[in-house]
C-alpha cells in the first residue's frame, strides 16, 4: 500500500478519539477537558466532541468538569484476551511458575519499542510503579523485551536504538553494540536475565513463548528483587523453570520442539546483530 492510500485509508477522528482514551493514566485518572486538550494536544472543541461521544457509547463519565472512564472500557481488553487463545492457555502455567517460585510471574508481547503486560499473576511488588495487564514498559530495559528483540526482525531492532537507549538506571545498557551482543546471547542460551536496569534491585529472567511455527510471539518472566536473590541462582535455579513453563505454553499453543526446528528458529535472524 502507497502512503497516498494510506493517508486516504486513515481516519483521522477515530485517531483522535484513542488519544483521548490514551490520555487517561494513573497521573490524570480525572482530568478536565483542558487537561485532556493539551495532553492530546488537540483543541478542547475536538476534545469536547470526543468525550461526548464516548459518553454517549458508556467509555467515559463526566461530572463537575472532570472526566473519568468506565468500567466498559475494560471490555476492550477482555476481546483483545478472549481472540488470543495464548493468555488463557498461558494463566495455569504462570499460577504454577507463581507457585513454584514465590515470585511473580508475567507473560508480554512487543508493542512498537516497549512490552505490554497481557497476562500477569503478582505475588509481590516489587516495582515503584504498579504492573497490570496492559502496562507498558520499555524493551531494551527488560529480560521479556530482550527475548522479545533476540528473535525479532532486524529492523525491529533497529527501530528500538533509533528511538534512544536511555540510561533509567547506572547499569541499563545504553550502548547500541553492546546491546546487539546481549541480543546474541539471549538467542544463544535460549533465555534473558536482566538486573537493575529497568529499576534499580529488579531483577527478572524471560524466555521465549512460541506459536505453531516456532515463531516467538510472547515472553514468559519470573521477577524478583535483589534482597531476595542473586543473579547466579536466578541462572541456575530459575531459568530452568521459566524455560521448561515457556516451552509447556508453547506447546500447549501448538508448538512442536524439534532439532530442526528450534536450528530454524535461530537461524532466522543470524548475522544481523
Same mark, same amino acid.
Given at each position: +500500500?502507497?502512503? $497516498?492510500e494510506?493517508s486516504? $485509508?486513515?481516519i483521522q477522528?477515530?485517531e483522535?478519539g484513542f488519544?483521548v482514551l490514551?490520555? #487517561?493514566?494513573?497521573d490524570?485518572?480525572? !482530568?478536565s477537558?483542558?487537561e485532556?486538550?493539551?495532553?492530546t494536544?488537540?483543541?478542547?472543541p475536538a476534545v469536547?466532541? &470526543?468525550?461526548?461521544?464516548?459518553q454517549s ?5 463526566g461530572e463537575g468538569g472532570?472526566w473519568?472512564l468506565?468500567?466498559r ?5 477482555q476481546h483483545?484476551?478472549a481472540?488470543?487463545? +495464548?493468555?488463557?492457555?498461558?494463566? !495455569?502455567h504462570? +499460577?504454577r511458575l507463581a507457585e513454584q517460585t514465590?515470585?511473580?510471574?508475567s507473560?508480554?508481547?512487543l508493542?512498537g @519499542?516497549?512490552?505490554?503486560y497481557?497476562g500477569r499473576? !503478582?505475588?509481590r511488588?516489587? +516495582?515503584s &510503579?504498579? &504492573?497490570?495487564i496492559g502496562?507498558?514498559v ?7 523485551g530482550?527475548?522479545?528483540?533476540a528473535w525479532? !526482525?532486524?529492523k ?5 536504538i ?5 540510561p533509567? *538506571?547506572?547499569? @541499563?545498557?545504553t550502548?547500541p553494540?553492546?546491546f546487539?551482543?546481549?541480543?546474541? *546471547?539471549v ?7 536482566v538486573?537493575?536496569e ?7 529472567v524471560?524466555?521465549?513463548v512460541?506459536?505453531?511455527?516456532? *515463531?516467538?510471539?510472547a515472553?514468559?518472566?519470573s ?7 542473586t543473579?547466579?541462582?536466578?541462572r541456575s535455579? &530459575?531459568?530452568p523453570?521459566?524455560?521448561r513453563?515457556? $516451552?509447556?505454553?508453547?506447546? $500447549?499453543y501448538g508448538h512442536?520442539?524439534?532439532g530442526?526446528?528450534?536450528s *530454524?528458529?535461530h537461524?532466522?535472524?543470524?548475522? #544481523? #546483530?
Amino acid at each position: +500500500m502507497t502512503k $497516498d492510500e494510506n493517508s486516504r $485509508d486513515h481516519i483521522q477522528s477515530l485517531e483522535r478519539g484513542f488519544q483521548v482514551l490514551l490520555a #487517561f493514566d494513573a497521573d490524570r485518572p480525572n !482530568p478536565s477537558l483542558a487537561e485532556l486538550a493539551s495532553a492530546t494536544g488537540l483543541s478542547r472543541p475536538a476534545v469536547r466532541r &470526543i468525550l461526548i461521544t464516548l459518553q454517549s457509547l458508556g467509555y467515559v463519565k463526566g461530572e463537575g468538569g472532570h472526566w473519568s472512564l468506565t468500567p466498559r472500557v475494560l471490555s476492550i481488553g477482555q476481546h483483545y484476551s478472549a481472540s488470543h487463545a +495464548m493468555i488463557e492457555l498461558s494463566q !495455569p502455567h504462570l +499460577m504454577r511458575l507463581a507457585e513454584q517460585t514465590s515470585e511473580s510471574a508475567s507473560l508480554a508481547a512487543l508493542d512498537g @519499542t516497549d512490552v505490554v503486560y497481557i497476562g500477569r499473576v !503478582p505475588v509481590r511488588r516489587i +516495582m515503584s &510503579i504498579n &504492573i497490570a495487564i496492559g502496562s507498558r514498559v520499555p524493551a531494551y530495559a527488560t529480560s521479556m523485551g530482550r527475548v522479545l528483540l533476540a528473535w525479532a !526482525p532486524p529492523k525491529h531492532v533497529d527501530e528500538v536504538i533509533d528511538a534512544g537507549l536511555r540510561p533509567l *538506571t547506572r547499569n @541499563t545498557v545504553t550502548d547500541p553494540d553492546e546491546f546487539r551482543r546481549e541480543l546474541r *546471547t539471549v538467542r544463544a542460551e535460549g533465555y534473558s536475565i536482566v538486573a537493575g536496569e529497568l529499576e534499580e534491585g529488579l531483577l527478572s529472567v524471560s524466555a521465549p513463548v512460541r506459536d505453531q511455527s516456532g *515463531t516467538v510471539i510472547a515472553a514468559l518472566a519470573s521477577s524478583t528483587s535483589s534482597g531476595r536473590a542473586t543473579v547466579e541462582e536466578l541462572r541456575s535455579e &530459575i531459568a530452568p523453570l521459566v524455560v521448561r513453563t515457556a $516451552d509447556a505454553i508453547s506447546a $500447549d499453543y501448538g508448538h512442536r520442539a524439534s532439532g530442526k526446528a528450534t536450528s *530454524t528458529v535461530h537461524r532466522e535472524h543470524e548475522g #544481523f #546483530f
